[in-house]
């Protein structure tokens, strides 16, 4: 699996599965381009770890959910590196766990743009830039499958919609570019850190056929194959990675 000369673009690229999709794509030969909103100092660190690896990377803040910024990304790849092959689309996050009865108008149009509309955003400013033969991997989740877990009914919502948006998306570009979905489950990041109790997540991973929590590791490599030719007969899929815990 080689994607020597292609230039792939990762949203929230910085950290967690993000960070280990763009290391898994630079060991396959792939120049990185990420984005980061708040681990400013770990995207800088993947940047000079891929540098190491003798391939090229940059890292760039951006605010995906505001048009100036996601123009100010696709530019910047396009000035600097003339292609655009790949985008991985891993943006998002809960943001906090709020209750129907609870939650804020506020609340729910930022999950909402966060997951949903970044999405949306990025990639039609990607998608004049790219040509035959690029690909497009989103990121759902098991949330989008299964509802999610307590007040989690906003992420879910918008993780359902991407899927959603993938399928159709599929259908939109084809045959020129591929269009799939992750679905992880329970994955080792700071997503299950600052949003889920030790014991719920024992509990969950207890559930798998696995046994345990999934790495960040893993997902990527997931993501490497469908950006590559070796899944070249693979769109519209929403594909899951749980361990198990759910089979859809």
């Keep these: 699996m080689s994607l020597k000369g292609k230039v792939v673009l990762i949203t929230g690229?910085?950290?967690?599965?993000?960070?280990?999709?763009?290391?898994?794509?630079?060991?396959?030969?792939?120049?990185?381009?990420?984005?980061?909103?708040?681990?400013?100092?770990?995207?800088?660190?993947?940047?000079?770890?891929?540098?190491?690896?003798?391939?090229?990377?940059?890292?760039?803040?951006?605010?995906?959910?505001?048009q100036e910024n996601v123009d100010n990304v696709v530019n910047t790849v396009i000035d600097e590196f003339g292609q655009l092959d790949?985008?991985?689309?891993?943006?998002?996050?809960?943001?906090?766990?709020?209750?129907?009865?609870?939650?804020?108008?506020?609340?729910?149009?930022?999950?909402?743009?966060?997951?949903?509309?970044?999405?949306?955003?990025?990639?039609?400013?990607?998608?004049?830039h790219m040509k035959s033969g690029s690909t497009i991997v989103t990121f759902a989740s098991q949330a989008g499958r299964d509802g999610g877990g307590p007040g989690a009914v906003a992420y879910a919502t918008a993780k359902g919609a991407v899927m959603t948006f993938t399928r159709g998306l599929a259908k939109e570009l084809g045959p020129d570019i591929r269009v799939n979905s992750v679905c992880p489950g329970m994955i080792d990041t700071d997503f299950h850190n600052n949003f889920t109790q030790d014991a719920v997540r024992k509990n969950v991973a207890g559930a798998t056929c696995i046994k345990r929590e999934g790495q960040p590791a893993e997902v990527a490599k997931l993501v490497t194959f469908l950006?590559?030719?070796d899944a070249s007969y693979m769109t519209g899929n929403c594909i899951d990675i749980n361990g198990g815990l759910l089979f859809s």
């Excluded at 980061?36 to 940059?58: D, H, M, P, R, T």
Aim: charged fraction near 20%; aromatic fraction near 4%.
């Design 13 to 66: 690229g910085g950290r967690d599965i993000g960070k280990a999709c763009a290391l898994d794509i630079a060991k396959q030969g792939a120049t990185v381009v990420v984005t980061y909103l708040s681990s400013s100092n770990s995207a800088n660190q993947l940047v000079e770890e891929i540098s190491e690896l003798g391939q090229k990377a940059i890292a760039i803040k951006a605010d995906l959910t505001r």
């Design 86 to 128: 790949s985008l991985i689309h891993v943006s998002g996050g809960l943001i906090g766990r709020v209750q129907i009865s609870e939650m804020s108008d506020e609340h729910w149009d930022n999950v909402l743009n966060v997951n949903l509309k970044s999405l949306f955003m990025t990639t039609k400013a990607c998608i004049p």
């Design 227 to 229: 950006v590559s030719e």
